[in-house]
């Protein structure tokens, strides 16, 4: 079965640092990998994904993830952070991307003026 | 493309009372998957169609729980005889599966928050 585990639960980042959010994952077979982010009160929304090819991926509002085999890490990061960054992130695996999705417990990140 | 909604968007409930959860997936998105969410935690699966069929559920999903989707469409999430533990955001996410419109994300809605008293 797969699994994520995310360290840290809450966050704190100065605004125009760099945000970075560790994730590593089990699984028994190549992983599809998933950063969600999630406002409050709000659904899940994608950030980025990693299924094949190029292990560095890049997604939405600035953020990028590396995908490394041999460390079983999938860390997001974003080299400069805004106001508008202060949500919570979470990070998920599935084997092929076609069942379900385990959820790491989130980091929920808050940027500071 | 509208995107997943869920309805009601917020629930409250008195414990031994039955609720009922309806999910509007993407139009031409086959499968339909449910999560839970308790505060402080990430969403942990519950089940999943294919269409209409019921292909995966988790051992979260006690007696209690039932899920449906009948016409291959909407899905409904009932919860009888509500308790104070089932008190949690439930998401509903959807994809597409199969022949050339397959994609390799759950597209969440906005979640359904029940409390039960």
């Known amino acids: 079965a797969q699994s994520v585990t995310q360290l840290g639960s809450h966050v704190s980042v100065s605004e125009g640092a760099l945000v970075l959010l560790r994730c590593n994952y089990s699984s028994s077979v190549p992983p599809y990998l998933f950063w969600y982010v999630q406002y409050p009160n709000q659904g899940l929304q994608l950030l980025l994904k990693?299924?094949?090819?190029?292990?560095l991926v890049k997604g939405i509002n600035g953020f990028e993830a590396e995908f490394k085999k041999s460390e079983t890490s999938f860390h997001l990061t974003k080299p400069s952070a805004h106001m508008s960054d202060a949500a919570e992130y979470f990070c998920?695996?599935?084997?092929?991307?076609?069942?379900?999705?385990?959820f790491g417990k989130g980091n929920q990140v808050v940027v500071i003026p | 493309d509208t995107g997943v909604s869920q309805d009601p968007r917020h629930k409250i409930t008195k414990r031994g009372q039955n609720v009922t959860f309806r999910c509007d997936p993407i139009?031409?998105?086959?499968?339909l998957y449910w999560y839970r969410q308790t505060l402080g935690q990430g969403p942990e699966f519950l089940t999943y169609?294919?269409?209409?069929?019921?292909?995966?559920k988790s051992r979260l999903l006690s007696d209690r729980f039932s899920a449906e989707r009948p016409k291959g469409s909407f899905s409904t999430l009932e919860i009888q005889r509500t308790e104070q533990g089932d008190s949690a955001m439930y998401l509903c996410?959807?994809?597409?599966?199969?022949?050339?419109?397959?994609?390799?994300?759950?597209?969440f809605g906005p979640g359904t928050r029940l409390t039960v008293l």
């Open positions: 139009s031409e998105h086959n499968r």
């Open positions: 169609f294919q269409n209409e069929a019921q292909l995966e």
């Open positions: 998920a695996v599935s084997d092929n991307g076609n069942n379900r999705l385990a």
């Open positions: 996410a959807s994809k597409a599966s199969g022949g050339a419109s397959t994609t390799d994300t759950q597209y």
């Open positions: 990693y299924t094949t090819g190029a292990t």
